[in-house]
């Protein structure tokens, strides 16, 4: 199992980012996917998941509203589209995926909300 995360940036307060995830290994249409981040000096969070098909979203309060996840089968890629950043949305983001009872992570992305 490989993930790999791209799209992360500095962005100003108020901005949007689009942060990718590509997906390999593994029969990426069959497993949900998740994304997480962490802040410096904080624990890991969900943020948002999608079921195998895209049918059902699931987000963390702190997103709600603001950010969308969303995947392309075809191309074996999950997305998280970030809109009217926070700073307080400064964190690195990973892509997960647990396949056969366990979980597997990419290197993250770095996400930085400021002016």
């Known amino acids: 199992v490989q993930l790999v995360e791209s799209g992360g940036g500095l962005v100003q307060p108020g901005g949007s980012l689009r942060v990718s995830c590509a997906a390999s290994?593994?029969?990426?249409?069959?497993?949900?996917m998740s994304w997480y981040r962490q802040a410096p000096g904080k624990e890991r969070e969900l943020v948002a998941r999608i079921t195998s098909t895209g049918g059902t979203t699931n987000y963390a309060d702190s997103v709600k509203g603001r950010f969308t996840i969303s995947r392309d089968n075809a191309k074996n890629t999950v997305y998280l589209q970030m809109n009217s950043l926070k700073p307080e949305d400064t964190a690195v983001y990973y892509c997960?995926?647990?396949?056969?009872?366990?979980?597997?992570w990419g290197q993250g992305t770095q996400v930085t909300v400021s002016s």
């Open positions: 290994g593994f029969t990426f249409s069959r497993y949900d």
């Open positions: 997960n995926v647990r396949v056969y009872s366990r979980n597997y």
